[in-house]
């Protein structure tokens, strides 16, 4: 059988079995993370050995008002989030009335309660759903413990182009670009590359992978995750794959994904042979030129982190955090509580320390 059913509630094994309603809330999602597309690609190159997907579909009146989908392990149940996740939230049907809202939340928390704890990773903390998530949580008698997550670095640039939106970058970063550039556009063998439809995807495939393996960087986690992506975005139009070229090597790749006007940037990497050549900042430069000059993006955006190089890139910043719900009334939820309480006791006793031996001699 595909599903179970209890009251409302309904929890699916695979996309396959999830009814028009429910696909309809993915092809409406704004953002990739919550659409179709990336989680074909999740389920088929980034689930941990062992682990089976649950999608979460709640309905009301027959009608499909909520989809959330999970992670389950031998003896946990997540979001189904990934190392390359940079958002999560539950979907809401548009046009919900705030009873249904909370009482979808409150359904979803009572089917959590049955595991002790849940933890949701990668949320937007200016969600709108986190509220009804919260109080639905506490409404089935659950606690919740928030805490931070990730950062993510942002820009709003409507109406801007390559040039003014230079202009509003420091200093000091303007004129390493300008100077990087003007070095690059020298080089008689360099070259740009954006490959984005899918008869290219071959080529940046090969670029990719080259590059990667002679990057600072640590092996995939899920190997294949990247260019199965990169092939599902280009398939519909919204990959925006970067390549700068010196000879016949390939030394930095970026991948880019656009849409409705939002660009974000998934991974990217250089070879560090030839760092003398700044290719991160290099390409990063005529990535965004070509964003903003010819895509005409409204917004760009660096995914996961507080890396130091984006803040010269981005001047805004978002939270991503995530919730425990636990279940106080059971032994794995009253266990999470004590660790919990242990953790905020071990801060506070070093935060007094730090204070005292920060103080003045008398």
Not at 202 to 210: H, L, M, N
Not at 264 to 274: G, Q, R, T
Request: charged share 20%.
């Amino acid at each position: 059988m595909p599903s179970t059913r209890c009251a409302d509630l309904q929890i699916v094994a695979t996309l396959d079995h999830l009814p028009p309603e429910a696909l309809a809330l993915l092809d409406d999602a704004p953002g990739i993370f919550a659409s179709r597309s990336w989680w074909q690609v999740v389920l088929a190159h980034a689930m941990p050995a062992g682990a089976t997907p649950a999608f979460v579909l709640i309905r009301s009146a027959g009608r499909v008002v909520a989809l959330l989908p999970l992670l389950r392990t031998a003896n946990r149940l997540t979001s189904l989030t990934t190392p390359y996740s940079c958002d999560y939230t539950p979907l809401l049907a548009a046009g919900l009335d705030p009873p249904t809202r909370l009482a979808a939340m409150t359904a979803f928390a009572r089917f959590c309660r049955t595991h002790g704890t849940v933890r949701l990773d990668a949320l937007p903390a200016e969600s709108d759903a986190l509220t009804d998530l919260q109080a639905g949580a506490r409404q089935a008698g659950m606690r919740v413990l928030r805490f931070e997550h990730f950062g993510n670095w942002y820009e709003e640039v409507n109406g801007l182009d390559w040039s003014a939106y230079l202009h509003r970058r420091p200093g000091a970063l303007r004129e390493t670009i300008r100077r990087r550039l003007r070095r690059a556009e020298k080089l008689p063998d360099s070259r740009f590359d954006l490959l984005t439809r899918p008869d290219q995807l071959d080529i940046a495939a090969q670029a990719f992978e080259s590059v990667y393996r002679r990057s600072w960087k640590q092996p995939e986690p899920f190997a294949s995750f990247n260019v199965a992506l990169m092939r599902a975005m280009a398939a519909q139009g919204l990959l925006r794959f970067g390549v700068w070229w010196i000879g016949a090597d390939p030394v930095a790749v970026q991948i880019w994904v656009l849409k409705h006007g939002n660009a974000i940037v998934l991974k990217l990497a250089h070879d560090e042979a030839f760092k003398a050549h700044s290719p991160g900042t290099v390409l990063t430069a005529l990535m965004l030129r070509h964003l903003l000059d010819h895509d005409r993006a409204g917004q760009i955006d660096f995914g996961r982190g507080d890396d130091a190089y984006k803040q010269g890139w981005a001047t805004q910043r978002r939270q991503r955090i995530g919730l425990l719900l636990v279940n106080p009334r059971s032994s794995a939820g009253a266990a999470q509580l004590l660790r919990h309480a242990a953790g905020r006791i071990r801060d506070a006793l070093r935060q007094r320390r730090a204070k005292a031996c920060s103080r003045p001699p008398a």
